[in-house]
């Protein structure tokens, strides 16, 4: 079992930045892959981005050439880091850890979320 605490979100303005962090314990050696999701109200929870243990990572389209994640081994933590929020990205962001490559991601465990909210 794998736990995944977050941290970071908050309140910000249009064009503005916030970077998660999101530390995982437990049973580190069962996951090779590290990402988020995000949920926005009455929408599905969707795949944001990942970064494997390798450094490969996938974004989704939407966030590519804003948001960056990326991953510190040693420390066992992922980080999102958020430049110029829009609207559209005020959700409940998820950390999630699981197996996966250059072109799957199966996450099995989750944080609690953490709340970004940018407003107009």
């Known amino acids: 079992q794998v736990q995944l605490v977050e941290s970071g979100g908050g309140l910000v303005q249009t064009g503005g930045s916030l970077t998660l962090s999101c530390a995982a314990s437990?049973?580190?050696?069962?996951?090779?892959?590290m990402g988020w999701y995000r949920q926005a109200p009455g929408k599905q929870r969707e795949l944001v981005a990942y970064?494997?243990?390798?450094?490969?990572?996938h974004y989704v389209e939407s966030v590519k050439d804003r948001f960056t994640i990326s991953r510190d081994n040693a420390k066992n933590t992922v980080y999102l880091q958020m430049n110029s929020l829009k609207p559209e990205d005020t959700a409940v962001y998820y950390c999630?850890?699981?197996?996966?490559?250059?072109?799957?991601?199966?996450?099995?465990?989750w944080g609690q979320g953490t709340q970004v909210t940018v407003s107009s």
């Open positions: 437990g049973s580190i050696f069962s996951i090779n892959v």
């Open positions: 970064i494997t243990s390798g450094g490969r990572i």
């Open positions: 999630s850890a699981g197996r996966g490559g250059t072109l799957y991601y199966s996450p099995n465990s």
